[in-house]
């Protein structure tokens, strides 16, 4: 049995469109690459945190350890937040800046007790980084953020 003319031409075309259609839509791109967006509202408490002088700390150094625990309320989409520390919580607005593949990046203000204008980074992993640069130092938190009510 042969294939007749309009089943051949039936059968190119659909193999063409097929290629057409492969040729345009963009390769699949792996997980760690795609943009990382929070799901729901992240609870973030730090378990180690340090100060360096404004200039940074010096290549292999690792700061003086600082015992002045804290702990901050995200909003999945960034808005009105907590920011917490041995004394008490204070309102603190979160501000996303740029999503990237590997964290979700937001500025946190406070302007009650603390003025804090300081750098958040939430990873993939939910482990954070608050970095909170001052005219006289450098102050880092780091820790894990879990979703909010668990």
Known sequence: MGIGCGMLR???????????????SPPDQPASTLPF??????SCNA?????CPATGCVHGEAGEPMDLPISIHVPRV??????????????AVIEPTQTRGSAW?????????TNKN????IARDLTFTLRDA???SIATWS???DPSGS
Do not use: Q
Request: charged letters at 15%; aromatic letters at 4%; a negative charge.
């Open 10 to 24: 039936t059968l190119l075309l659909a193999t063409a469109a097929g290629l057409v259609a492969c040729a345009v």
């Open 37 to 42: 967006a929070l799901t729901t509202d992240v």
């Open 47 to 51: 378990t180690h945190s340090v100060r």
């Open 78 to 91: 960034g808005g009105a937040g907590s920011f917490c520390f041995a004394t008490g919580c204070e309102d």
């Open 105 to 113: 990046t937001a500025i946190v203000r406070t302007n009650e007790r």
């Open 118 to 121: 300081a750098e958040l980074t």
């Open 134 to 136: 001052g005219s006289l």
């Open 143 to 145: 820790g894990v953020c």
